[in-house]
Nanobody, 121 residues
Framework: QVRLVESGGGLVRPGGSLRLSCATS????????VAWFRRNPGTEREWVAC????????SYADSVKGRFAIARDDAKSTVYLQMDSLKPEDTAVYFC??????????????WGQGTYVDVSS
């Protein structure tokens, strides 16, 4: 059974940093791409970043480029999202997702439950 579990959210001041983790199980992470999304209440879900498998190609939304970094540790079956220079508009529930494809897909069928990030002073 494919499972993704996010952790690492919390309250952080503007300008601060957080690292989110996405622990995976039920599939061999080393063969598949994983993405991060976020959603604020009342807004559309926003794609944030994605990392592919073999070449570990990364891609980012313009809103987070240069501030966030996605990485993977296949030995630990975990994908990370390092978030630096956080802004109040980064406040959201963050989700990780996969569709069990090598490259980053358009649609995702497997999702975690989310972890909440609150950027405020």
């Amino acid at each position: 059974q494919v499972r993704l579990v996010e952790s690492g959210g919390g309250l952080v001041r503007p300008g601060g940093s957080l690292r989110l983790s996405c622990a995976t199980s039920g599939f061999a992470l080393e063969y598949y791409a994983v993405a991060w999304f976020r959603r604020n209440p009342g807004t559309e879900r926003e794609w944030v970043a994605c990392i592919s498998t073999s070449d570990k190609t990364t891609s980012y939304a313009d809103s987070v480029k240069g501030r966030f970094a996605i990485a993977r540790d296949d030995a630990k079956s975990t994908v990370y999202l390092q978030m630096d220079s956080l802004k109040p508009e980064d406040t959201a529930v963050y989700f990780c997702a996969t569709d069990l494809t090598e490259q980053c897909p358009v649609d995702f069928n497997y999702w975690g439950q989310g972890t909440y990030v609150d950027v405020s002073s």
